[in-house]
């Protein structure tokens, strides 16, 4: 495959062998159970209060495809993906204290996606994600110093908590998105806990409601938070890709800016309206429809979207060894949003190798 015609996934995740193992010796959610049945998965029980409601509180099978780097790869293989940039899967570490425990199992955890990126099977399919000890600052910083200096890594992976869960314009967190900055490392901002409003607890709407909309809504607050934080104000050259395409912002920027400009205790701490920021970040493209797609690419440039499949979520309920309609309603969102074919050639493959600094793998054979 060629750089003009590569699939790059930059959106795709791992629980790593000794996330793995955390959240099975552990009592509360996050947490992993026993198969309900011998010779069946294992149960992935991480969203709030997912252990409480009826249809959800034994949780989602966990099996191969989330820890094992080779079904990552035959999953690349079946859908022609030639790179993938890897994440450890929600929830992180967010939830540990600042100890130095919990620092070591980011060192660990670091170290272990840096030698999976690098396992000869892979031959230079994968890039990774770092993962931080977002309970401190300090601790973060200093584990951004480390990822930067891992070869195959392009950035740290971040929910909406923050250090403490004080939010992400919490103005400690100042020097760490300095630290992630002076690396050029990207933030991949991802959503976990969804939103927390009166109207939107459990209902028998199963893991759905939380997943589609939940998430998509808790990247919505928690970006629009962090701009009116007047972070990139401060901090210019933060470089940050929103899952889900976002959330909502590219639809509803323009409700964010007008309602700023009516309130100047606001609007009088930004130099500029809030989608002057938006439109410098980076979207990515796991929007399942053209019209999310249309809507991106709408708002900002084209060449800041980039493909991604959201593995090893959302498997084939009916057969294994099925093509993902993840990946197939992605891959059709985007070329029937109405754009040329060098913007979708960029949203596909390209866009990712300029903006992550990726090399084909195997251009020359
Ligand atoms: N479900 C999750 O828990 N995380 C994702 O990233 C997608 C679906
Ligand atoms: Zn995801």
């Known amino acids: 495959m060629t750089q003009d015609k590569c699939l790059v996934d930059v959106h795709t995740h791992v629980y790593l062998p000794e996330y793995l193992e955390l959240l099975r010796r552990r009592e509360q959610v996050p ?17 709030p209060d997912e252990d409480k409601g009826e249809s959800t509180k034994n949780g989602r099978p966990v099996g191969a495809a989330y820890y094992d780097v080779r079904e990552k790869l035959a999953f690349m293989d079946k859908h022609d993906i030639d790179i993938s940039v890897v994440s450890l899967a929600n929830p992180w570490i967010d939830f540990l204290p600042p100890t130095q425990e919990t620092f070591d199992l980011a060192r660990r955890l670091n170290i272990s996606m840096e030698n999976m990126c690098q396992e000869p099977i892979t031959q230079g399919r994968l890039y990774g994600m770092g993962t931080l000890p977002l309970s401190s600052v300090k601790g973060s910083v200093a584990e951004v110093e480390h990822i930067a200096s891992l070869p195959r890594m392009r950035g740290v992976i971040m929910g909406t908590f923050g250090c403490g869960g004080k939010g992400l314009d919490d103005p400690a967190l100042v020097p760490l998105f300095e630290a992630i900055a002076k690396h050029n490392l990207t933030i991949f901002l991802h959503p976990h806990y969804g939103v927390n ?19 998509p809504f808790e990247t919505t607050y928690a970006v629009s938070r962090l701009i009116l934080s007047g972070i990139f104000d401060r901090v210019p050259d933060l470089k940050i890709l929103l899952a889900h395409s976002g959330g909502t912002l590219p639809f509803l920027a323009g409700r964010l800016d007008s309602c700023v400009a009516h309130d100047p205790a606001v609007a009088s701490k930004l130099e ?17 429809h ?15 979207i980039m493909f991604g499949t959201d593995h090893p979520f959302f498997p084939p309920l009916e057969s294994k060894d ?15 949003a109405g754009l040329d074919e060098p913007a979708v050639a960029g949203i596909l493959g390209k866009n990712a190798l300029r903006i992550f600094n990726l090399e084909m793998p195997c251009e020359n054979e």
Do not use: C
Not at 272 to 282: D, I, N, Q, R
Not at 322 to 336: E, G, K, Q, T
């Open 31 to 47: 947490r992993v159970l026993p198969p309900l049945e011998e010779g069946l998965d294992e149960r992935l029980i991480i969203l």
């Open 197 to 215: 409003l009166p109207a939107s607890g459990n209902t028998d709407a199963g893991h759905s409601l939380a997943l589609a909309l939940g998430f």
């Open 272 to 288: 500029h309206p809030p989608s002057h920021y938006l439109k410098k970040l980076y979207f990515d493209a796991v929007i399942y």
């Open 290 to 304: 053209a019209t999310g797609v249309k809507a991106t690419a709408d708002f900002v440039d084209p060449s800041q």
């Open 322 to 336: 099925a093509r993902w309609m993840s990946v197939d309603s992605n891959l059709a969102a985007i070329s029937n």
